[in-house]
């Protein structure tokens, strides 16, 4: 059995090295990421202004905004370069990349300290609030994020790298920084430092075990190895220690304000309905401030909801309860039955709003060119031409808004861009080929110009088979017969 697993690991290990590794053009990926990991005025200034959109979306608490800073920060590509730098043992490179990020994060944390010192709002928003907790969940993400971009990297196909941005959020954690530099909160400084350095090192680490894993030729010695790969699983470890803790306290304050709300409501025997209620979990005794409707004041309320509390928590707590009187039991249950329903409304066209906007960054046009149709929740807008997107990159925009919206039917119309060629592994499309063609359908379907489908007879024939039966108009030319890679052009002048 064991020389049976033993057969399988060297077959593998044997199939990664000639179908994988041996298809990477490791020179020209390094030769890019080492000149994009350079210390330049363009870099310091697309850090700057990103730095800007996100301290001042984060103010006014808009998520829109903070996703357009996310776009434009040009974070990753130095901490791709320590972790590529690290993976090949390459100092210079390494040093380099470390400067460059070095600065470029001094520069972002001073620039927002310095307009949060000169700005009439310094209230911590809940888009600020949220990045001053991490958890095992945000080591996760930038796990993930940094394998999807080290691939992505690795293999050319960086359109992807717009979703790793959003996903990783390098630069908002940076801006919170600068607020709670410039507002003296240690709080929110440390909080959201730490959650920046929990990206860069996931990142940067995660991206030197892609690298080595696509083997990657390096300088170190085996006993080098080995000791990079014991200090980067420690790394993990010791960042993972810490984010779990947090993790569990945020657990278990979700859970004690579930219990404490529940308290609230027993006390008045269900009669009454909770408006708003706050609970401070940093200070000793926790502090419980809650507005209760009810149709009758109940002078030992807030006695009886201590002493239940204190024992659910097993924690020493103190209550304020304002009880504001609105008659009748049934005249409490339609007032808060209407303000349910009105709050519900308010959030539904709070969201439609919050999606227009998100839309309207992503395609770079005006508001009012986004159509928002909530009855049947459906989103539509035309995106502008961007400098470089390619039309994997506007697929990606819908994909990643449309994940955050699953209710919601988002049509994001790119302009004219061309279309990758669909590769065959036989009679059949390969893999690529497979997403060449599911890019060039969604195109269509979105655009609804027909297509031009060039190459071999039998690839040809397969592909309008396929396009035919998606009711996708197309034009066709073959090149003579057999099986090979189709050229897809758009049947219109672009």
């Known amino acids: 059995m064991h020389q049976g697993f033993g057969d399988v690991l060297s077959s593998l290990s044997g199939w990664w090295r000639r179908d994988v590794t041996s298809t990477v053009d490791q020179v020209a990926v390094i030769e890019k990421r080492r000149a994009e990991c350079t210390l330049s005025a363009r870099y310091l200034l697309m850090t700057c202004m990103s730095a800007g959109i996100a301290i ?11 996703i357009g800073a996310m776009l434009l920060s040009p974070l990753m590509d130095p901490i791709m370069g320590v972790g590529f730098a690290l993976a090949i043992g390459d100092f210079k490179w390494l040093r380099q990349s470390a400067k460059s990020l070095a600065v470029g994060v001094l520069c972002a944390i001073l620039f927002c300290a310095l307009i949060v010192f000169f700005s009439p709002l310094q209230t911590i928003t809940s888009e600020i609030a949220s990045r001053t907790r991490p958890s095992l969940f945000d080591l996760g993400v930038a796990i993930f994020s940094s ?25 908002p954690p940076l801006a919170v920084v600068g607020f709670g530099l410039a507002t003296m909160n240690g709080t929110v ?37 080995q000791m990079q790969a014991f200090l980067i699983f420690a790394a993990f470890i010791l960042l993972a220690i810490p984010l779990f803790l947090s993790l569990r306290q945020i657990v278990w304050e979700t859970n004690a304000s579930r219990q404490i709300n529940t308290v609230v409501e027993d006390v008045f025997s269900g009669r009454a309905r909770v408006s708003q209620i706050e609970a401070n979990y940093e200070s000793d005794p926790i502090q419980v401030t809650a507005t209760v409707l009810t149709p009758e004041i109940i002078g030992e309320a807030e006695g009886e909801a201590r002493t239940a509390i204190t024992r659910r928590l097993d924690r020493e707590v103190e209550v304020s309860l304002t009880q504001v009187r609105v008659g009748s039991s049934q005249d409490a249950a339609e007032e808060a039955e209407l303000a349910s329903a009105r709050a519900q409304e308010a959030e539904a066209a709070e969201r439609a709003e919050d999606l227009a906007d998100r839309l309207a960054l992503l395609a770079g046009v005006p508001l009012e060119d986004v159509t928002i149709d909530r009855q049947r929740r459906r989103a539509m807008v035309t995106a502008r031409p961007l400098d470089g997107a390619t039309m994997a990159t506007y697929a990606e925009l819908e994909r990643r808004i449309d994940s955050t919206e699953p209710e919601w039917d988002i049509r994001f119309t790119p302009p004219l861009r061309p279309l990758p060629s669909i590769a065959f592994d036989g009679e059949v499309p390969s893999a690529a080929g497979r997403r060449a063609l599911t890019l060039a359908s969604w195109a269509q379907d979105r655009v609804g110009v027909p297509v031009r489908l060039e190459g071999p007879e ?37």
């Open 189 to 225: 400084f440390w909080g959201s430092l730490f959650l920046f350095i929990t990206n860069l090192t996931a990142i940067a680490l995660t991206a030197t075990a892609m690298a080595r894993a696509y083997g990657f030729s390096t300088s170190l010695s085996e006993k080098q190895t």
């Open 458 to 494: 039998g690839s040809v024939a397969l592909l309008r088979a396929i396009l035919a039966a998606e009711s996708k108009a197309m034009s066709a030319q073959t090149t003579g017969p057999g099986f090979g890679t189709v050229t897809v052009s758009w049947a219109v002048e672009e």
């Open 56 to 66: 001042l979306g984060l103010l006014q608490g808009s998520a829109a905004v903070v």
């Open 147 to 171: 394998v999807a971009g080290a691939y992505a990297m690795i293999r050319g196909r960086e359109g992807t790298i717009v979703g790793v941005a959003i996903a990783t959020a390098l630069m």
